[in-house]
């Protein structure tokens, strides 16, 4: 039987991080991964990499610049007669950057000697893991005097609505339409509801979104859920809130989705649907109990404030456990149990992961909402600055949005920050690296900020807390 410092189980950004750190610090490390890419073979990286966050935004850019061919080079005085696009090499495109990223994860490994191993996991009692290879090897037991469970999160099903991989889909299926949908429905406008159907929206579909909350963005900052459906509404998404899904039936030429909301029964004819209604922690035969690890009632690993499960020596990170489901939680997680595996100290700052939304413009934000601080019963006072005000924002045809900053009314820390604008994703880390460093509103007001840039928008909103924009 081979012995481990550290066995990791799952190779996503949660356990391949978590392991190259292992590695790093010395630990002798293995991690086993089951995934299988299109072509039948093992391809590192998890969700994130293979269906998730990479394949996604590899769209999003190419239908972004579709638009903008159409939409925003008018206006620079760059015609371009009959636009076309071309899916199966948008979606050729998008392969090769999941293919690059995932053979540079196992590149990864080797560089850092961690022995890969390709197959599914299974626990033991006695701190062991069962490998069932892919194909006909034979089954293998590795022991370990750590093991950290980064298995991730497989999309929720509802029974109104089955994946049939054809007409109904999830995101894998989404992201690998072979033809612009016509007609596209999708069920829940959150995060992969949005994204997703806004690709599809931007390449031409007619977008409609079914989601069952009467509020939008109902975790976002409310302003900024406003001011973000008012935006889509005029990319002509059609975001119907309230909806509840009866039935989907699915035939050769389409679906047929009926639904209610406070207009009565309704139905929409789409030609594909995308089911994208939550995701759930994914131990399928993992077999955790056997290993005397706990899961709660939503079937998540049940873990500590440091991701100890209940029984020692077992760590959990990522989507199977509590938290936002984010490729840069999980990796954060991992990082800092290798560090206590390895015995140092370490923290994982929950309150500072920042969200983005990565449509066009983006939503990004990072700390509480004023709903939230409401509720808490913090004073705090607010300052926001719209983009259309920045220079960088007119000069690029990118005026739609806004920032908005909350600070602690005494000590003027800053609590939240919420952005939906262009490059909110990046200009989101400023705010980050503020707060993680327990920055005031005044700090940021009195940071130099280049002009003409986005960012000025971040320090004009610091100022709009004490009440003394310049530009508005
Ligand atoms: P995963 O990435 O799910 O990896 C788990 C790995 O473990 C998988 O390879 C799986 O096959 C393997 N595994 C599971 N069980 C076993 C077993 N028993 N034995 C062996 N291997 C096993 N997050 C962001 O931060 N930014 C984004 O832009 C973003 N976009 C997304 C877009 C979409 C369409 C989706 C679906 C998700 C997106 N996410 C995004 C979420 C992100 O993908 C996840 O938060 C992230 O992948 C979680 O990492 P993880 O390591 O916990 O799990
Ligand atoms: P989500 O939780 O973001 O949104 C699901 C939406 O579906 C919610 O608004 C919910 O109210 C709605 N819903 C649930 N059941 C419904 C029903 N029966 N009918 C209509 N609406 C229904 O989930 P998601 O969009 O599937 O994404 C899953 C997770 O993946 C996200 O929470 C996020 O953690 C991660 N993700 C992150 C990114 C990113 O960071 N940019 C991108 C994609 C996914």
């Not at 990565?358 to 990004?364: G, K, R, S, W």
Request: glycine share 10%; hydrophobic share 40%.
């Amino acid at each position: 039987m081979k012995e481990y410092d550290v066995v990791v189980i799952g190779a996503g950004p949660g356990g391949y991080v978590a392991a190259i750190r292992c590695a790093q610090l010395g630990l002798k490390t293995a991690c086993v991964d089951q995934w299988l890419g299109p072509d039948g073979k093992p391809s590192l990286g998890g969700t994130c990499l293979n269906v998730g966050c990479i394949p996604s935004k590899a769209l999003l850019d190419s239908s972004h610049h579709y638009h903008n061919l159409q939409h925003l080079f008018p206006a620079h005085g760059i015609e371009v007669k009959s636009a076309s696009i071309d899916v199966a090499k948008m979606q050729q495109r998008k392969d090769k950057v999941v293919q690059t990223l995932t053979r540079g994860v196992a590149g990864l490994l080797k560089k850092n000697k961690i022995d890969a191993f390709q197959g599914h996991g299974r626990l033991l009692e006695g701190r062991r893991v069962e490998v069932s290879p892919h194909g006909s090897g034979d089954k293998e037991t590795l022991k370990a005097k750590n093991i950290i469970i980064a298995t991730g999160s497989a999309p929720v099903q509802i029974p109104v609505a089955k994946i049939d991989g054809d007409r109904v889909v999830d995101n894998e299926g989404a992201l690998a339409f072979s033809e612009v949908p016509k007609r596209l429905g999708v069920i829940g406008a959150g995060v992969i509801g949005l994204e997703l159907g806004s690709v599809w929206n931007r390449l031409g579909s007619e977008v409609v979104i079914l989601e069952a909350l009467k509020d939008f963005l109902a975790t976002a900052d409310r302003d900024i859920a406003k001011e973000a459906q008012r935006t889509f509404k005029k990319q002509k998404l059609d975001i119907r809130l309230g909806a509840k899904v009866i039935a989907a039936k699915a035939g050769k030429t389409g679906v047929k989705v009926s639904f209610e909301d406070k207009g009565g029964e309704q139905s929409i004819d789409v030609d594909k649907l995308v089911v994208a209604v939550g995701r759930r922690a994914f131990t399928d035969e993992l077999d955790p109990e056997a290993a005397g690890v706990k899961v709660d009632n939503q079937g998540r690993i049940e873990v500590d404030g440091q991701c100890r499960t209940a029984a020692e020596g077992i760590w959990a990170i990522g989507d199977v456990v509590r938290g936002p489901m984010l490729a840069h939680k999980a990796s954060e997680e991992g990082i800092a149990v290798a560090e206590l595996v390895a015995g140092q100290s370490a923290h994982i700052d929950h309150q500072l992961v920042p969200w983005v939304i990565y449509t066009h413009p983006e939503v990004a934000w990072v700390g509480k909402t004023e709903v939230e601080l409401s509720d808490e019963g913090v004073e705090f006072r607010k300052g926001s600055f719209p983009y259309r005000a920045i220079g960088r924002a007119q000069g690029a045809g990118e005026t739609d949005g806004l920032v908005k900053i909350l600070a602690d009314k005494k000590s003027d820390q800053i609590l939240g920050v919420h952005i939906f604008g262009a490059q909110a994703s990046e200009l989101i880390a400023e705010a980050v690296t503020a707060m993680a460093f327990h920055a005031s509103s005044e700090d940021l007001a009195r940071t130099i900020h280049a002009h003409p840039t986005l960012s000025e928008a971040i320090h004009e909103a610091a100022l709009a807390v004490d009440g003394r924009t310049i530009h508005l």
